[in-house]
């Protein structure tokens, strides 16, 4: 089969979405390739990136992306830089996209990434391309260019609810005696059981539950997120689109004591992600909200039968404590010839200073 790939302007809304949710139901591509995600970022950050199609000889989609356009900020100066579900904007793009490609059919992602390569290749106006958050083996990391560097690659830590089923669903047991312990010990301060859990069902519950997180973790990070407007709108738009559908979550934690913390989950394909977490301060020196309620999502996933629970990429301790097995994602940067980009190169080892700096 023939594809061909080309650039234009965003449609409207309500057509672009059509067309995904249609491609979507015949492609394997994660959550973050699904509508639901990629609607609400449209719409809450307000960003009109280029729409990429590629499709077959009769005109059919069989894979869509957005590719951003950015004089984005380098070593000696701003550089003309595509971005792949990405807008180029850093503010825009706090959500941080993970598992990006290509919304591809199913068995033509090869296919699908050779026409992306192809018809960029045409395009004069770039020298650096992003591929954030994708897997090691991402077929768009095929692609020819004077260079090609990966600037990270994160663990992304998961739960085996497979495995947690195999052992007669004592979650504990498969966690390092220094995880059991501590989650046992916060059981403890906390009347010694595993808080309650309950999924926000209306509008109005989920975004009181939002607001709760947004203060919860206030002062909390050097670059909070939840003090960003936009960024509050785009979780509350993802709670609303995913409710009916199952494929987001809002998970408030409580005990005797009140809230212990609250969760935004996705739900898509038989795995379970957790994606923004917000979390009561600590009962005592040696409580752990923050494990407690990862430990209660675990057996809340696990009994309706899902077969991962995964925490998403990052190299926090608390992630590789509850983890039972991991994967990785990979942050990219592909560059055409630039004298200016050579001379960072240079400049880059005489300062000793990563291509991620």
């Not at 958050?133 to 095929?142: I, R």
């Amino acid at each position: 089969m023939v594809l061909t790939a080309r650039f234009s302007s965003l449609p409207d809304m309500s057509n672009l979405a059509t067309r995904w949710r249609a491609l979507e139901a015949s492609s394997g591509a994660s959550f973050f390739l699904g509508w639901t995600w990629t609607g609400s970022w449209l719409e809450s950050y307000g960003v009109r990136p280029e729409l990429l199609t590629v499709a077959d000889q009769e005109g059919r989609d069989i894979a869509l992306g957005l590719v951003g356009h950015a004089m984005s900020p380098r070593l000696l100066g701003r550089c003309a830089t595509l971005s792949l579900n990405q807008s180029g904007d850093a503010v825009a793009d706090r959500p941080f996209v993970e598992y990006n490609g290509l919304l591809a059919a199913a068995g033509y992602e090869v296919a699908a990434a050779k026409a992306f390569h192809a018809a960029i290749a045409k395009r004069p106006d770039w020298r650096a391309l992003r591929l954030s958050g994708v897997v090691p083996a991402s077929p768009l990391l095929d692609i020819k260019a004077h260079r090609s560097v990966r600037l990270d690659r994160s663990p992304v830590y998961q739960v085996d609810l497979e495995a947690v089923r195999a052992a007669s669903d004592d979650y504990l047991s498969l966690l390092s005696a220094n995880t059991r312990s501590q989650i046992r010990r916060a059981i403890k301060d906390h009347g010694g059981s595993l808080p309650s859990i309950r999924v926000a069902s209306t509008a109005g519950e989920a975004a009181a539950w939002i607001e709760e997180m947004r203060v919860l973790n206030e002062g909390r990070h050097a670059d909070n997120a939840w003090a960003d407007p936009a960024f509050c709108r785009f979780v509350t738009l993802l709670a609303d689109r995913g409710r009916d559908s199952g494929e987001v979550e809002l998970l408030r934690f409580a005990d005797g004591t009140g809230v212990v913390g609250l969760l935004v989950n996705f739900v898509y394909r038989g795995q379970a992600m957790n994606y923004q977490s917000a979390f009561a301060a600590p009962l005592s020196p040696k409580d752990k909200p923050g494990l407690l309620c990862h430990a209660a999502a675990v057996g809340h996933y696990q009994a309706r039968g899902l077969a991962l629970y995964s925490l998403l990429a990052g190299k926090d301790r608390y992630k590789q404590s509850l983890a039972t097995r991991e994967e990785a994602l990979e942050w990219w940067v592909v560059e055409r010839f630039s004298p200016r980009l050579e001379a960072e190169v240079v400049l880059r080892r005489l300062l000793r200073r990563p291509a991620s700096a």
